[in-house]
C-alpha cells in the first residue's frame, strides 16, 4: 500500500499536468468553433449591411440623379413672343420635377431638334440651379429670316422646322409659324 501510495504521489503532478492540458486543449478548441461561427455570422452582416447600401444608392440614382425622357402630359409648352423675339418655354407639371432641354443644330446654324428631359429635385446644390422654366430662343429680322448665335442671318425655307422630342410623340413646328401671332 505504501507504494500504491508513493507511486500516486509520484505520478499525481503529472496526471494533474496532464488533465489541466486536456482541460486547456478543449477549451481552445471550443475556443476556435466560437470563434468560426462568429466569423461567419460577421461576414454574413458585414455582406447585408454591403447589399442593403448598394440598393438604397441603386434606387438613389435613379429616383433622383437620373433624368429620363419627359412625358408630353408631364410638360406645359408655351410660345413667348416679344417683338421679333421668340421663346419655346417648357416647365414641368408635376411638383419637385424640372425639365431639362438639349438642342441639336445640325450645322444649320440654328437649333432644329430639342430633346425634352425630366428630372426630380433631389435636394442637392446642382438641383437649387434647375429653374422652373427652361426654353429656347430664336431671333427674328423678319418674318423670313432668322438672327443665328454668330450674328449670321438665314434666310428660312418652308421646310425648315423644329423638332420636339418627347418620350411620346415628337411635335414639328414650321419656324416660319413661330414668328407668327
Not at 419627359?70 to 413667348?80: D, G, P
Not at 432668322?146 to 423644329?162: A, Q
Request: aromatic share 10%.
Amino acid at each position: 500500500m505504501i507504494m500504491k501510495h508513493k507511486v500516486f504521489k509520484e505520478l499525481a503532478p503529472a496526471y494533474i499536468e496532464e488533465k489541466d492540458a486536456i482541460k486547456k486543449d478543449k477549451s481552445n478548441i471550443g475556443y476556435l468553433k466560437r470563434r468560426g461561427k462568429n466569423r461567419k455570422k460577421t461576414l454574413a452582416i458585414v455582406a447585408s449591411l454591403l447589399g442593403i447600401f448598394l440598393v438604397l444608392i441603386t434606387a438613389y440614382y435613379f429616383v433622383f440623379v437620373n433624368m429620363w425622357q419627359a412625358s408630353s402630359s408631364n410638360v406645359e409648352t408655351n410660345i413667348q413672343r416679344q417683338g421679333t423675339v421668340v421663346t419655346l418655354l417648357f416647365k414641368a407639371i408635376k411638383d419637385n420635377h424640372y425639365i431639362i432641354i438639349t438642342d441639336v443644330k445640325k450645322g444649320k446654324g440654328y437649333t432644329d431638334t430639342i430633346f425634352v428631359y425630366e428630372k426630380r429635385d433631389d435636394f442637392s446644390a446642382s438641383s437649387k440651379l434647375l429653374k422652373d422654366e427652361n426654353g429656347i430662343t430664336y431671333t427674328f429680322t423678319d418674318e423670313n429670316t432668322l438672327l443665328l448665335d454668330n450674328g449670321e442671318k438665314k434666310k428660312l425655307r418652308d421646310d425648315d422646322r423644329v423638332s420636339i422630342q418627347y418620350k411620346d410623340k415628337t411635335d414639328v413646328i414650321p419656324i416660319k409659324d413661330l414668328y407668327k401671332d
